[in-house]
């Protein structure tokens, strides 16, 4: 399990690539749509920091083909070929988790990069959400668009570290209680999601 969680998951078919990463703290899932599909659907572990590397070195090119060939994969940018080696490990079931999240009592939109801004140089931080703003831990406020109410703590880097990777200038944020996981959708883009694990705050 140790040896996946260094991992990302690569689920391929017809209709849909998923990408899975996790760190316990912290689960990222990213869905995209292939323009072209042969051969059968599957699912592969491949090292996160090798894929890292790849991915800077394919968003150069329009159309990336991704091959899996038995132990490897291949990834292929404008006729020129990189080779990427695969895990033999068990990965998380992250569908269950995803499948279990109960519905949101709190769903609002802030503005990506200003809460990203009120989170530098913080350990631990506290939401307070309602009335169509977001207080951390009791400052000035950002304006929010959504409903409910909630107040629950983060681990500022780990929620830092989603807002990072989000794509657009506004996140969505679902609560559904301070003990379970709080989804962090890109608001334009929601194929893309992470889930961060609040902490507890005290009093």
């Known amino acids: 399990m140790l040896a996946a969680l260094d991992c990302v998951l690569v689920e391929v078919g017809a209709d849909e690539v998923v990408f899975v990463a ?3 703290y912290r689960l990222a899932v990213r869905t995209v749509r292939p323009v072209e ?19 800077r070195w394919a968003a150069a090119g329009e159309v990336v083909e991704l091959e899996i060939r038995g132990e490897g994969a291949v990834i292929v940018r404008d006729g020129e070929s990189r080779e990427i080696a695969l895990v033999d490990a068990e ?23 200003a809460l990203r801004a009120a989170l530098e140089g913080r350990e631990v931080v506290a939401f307070d959400i309602g ?46 209680s301070q003990d379970r996981p709080v989804v962090v959708r890109s608001a334009d883009q929601g194929t893309f999601t992470t889930l961060v694990m609040p902490v507890r705050l005290d009093g």
């Open 37 to 55: 599909f042969g051969g059968a659907a599957g699912r592969v572990l491949v090292r996160a920091d090798e894929l890292a590397g790849l991915s």
């Open 22 to 24: 996790t760190d316990r």
């Open 131 to 176: 009335s169509g703003e977001l207080r951390i831990d009791g400052g000035e406020p950002l304006e929010v668009i959504g409903s409910g109410a909630a107040r629950l703590g983060f681990t500022a880097s780990l929620l830092a570290a989603a807002l990072d990777v989000s794509v657009g200038p506004d996140v969505l944020l679902e609560i559904c």
């Open 91 to 113: 990965y998380p079931a992250y569908q269950g988790i995803l499948d279990g999240l109960a519905p949101p009592v709190c769903r609002v939109v802030v503005d990506r990069a």
